[in-house]
């Protein structure tokens, strides 16, 4: 059986479109699938960090499970985890692999409406 971490309450996850070289060049097997970056906040982000890192040393999968904008449960591979710790709480960073086959971007436009914004001067 898998290891997982589970988001019991709390929105769905928002999942950050990664950029960085070491995390696309991991993506490797028959399937296409896309690695994204999610950041939960919890109580116990170091006991989660080390649920993740024994799974690995283990050589055991670890999946974050949770449920999408519908409610309807999903699972993603955990590629890689780190705990950060802000004045307001734990913070855990979660490197996931979504499937390429139901990945939606969004793109946010405020940055090209300021960019537009002295134009005028």
Do not use: K
Not at 12 to 40: C, K, M, Q, Y
Not at 94 to 108: A, Q
């Amino acid at each position: 059986m898998d290891e997982q971490i589970t988001i019991i309450e709390g929105p769905p996850p928002v999942f950050e479109h990664v950029n960085d070289g070491w995390a696309i060049g991991l993506n490797e097997g028959p399937n296409f699938s896309i690695p994204a970056l999610t950041r939960l906040r919890t109580f116990n982000g170091l006991q989660l960090l080390e649920r993740c890192n024994r799974a690995w040393r283990n050589q055991r999968p670890i999946r974050l499970h949770y449920r999408n904008d519908v409610g309807l449960e999903q699972t993603a591979p955990i590629l890689a985890a780190r705990n950060v710790e802000t004045p307001d709480g734990h913070v855990l960073l979660l490197w996931v692999y979504l499937d390429g086959n139901h990945v939606e971007y969004e793109f946010d436009s405020d940055d090209d409406d300021n960019a537009n914004d002295n134009l005028d001067n």
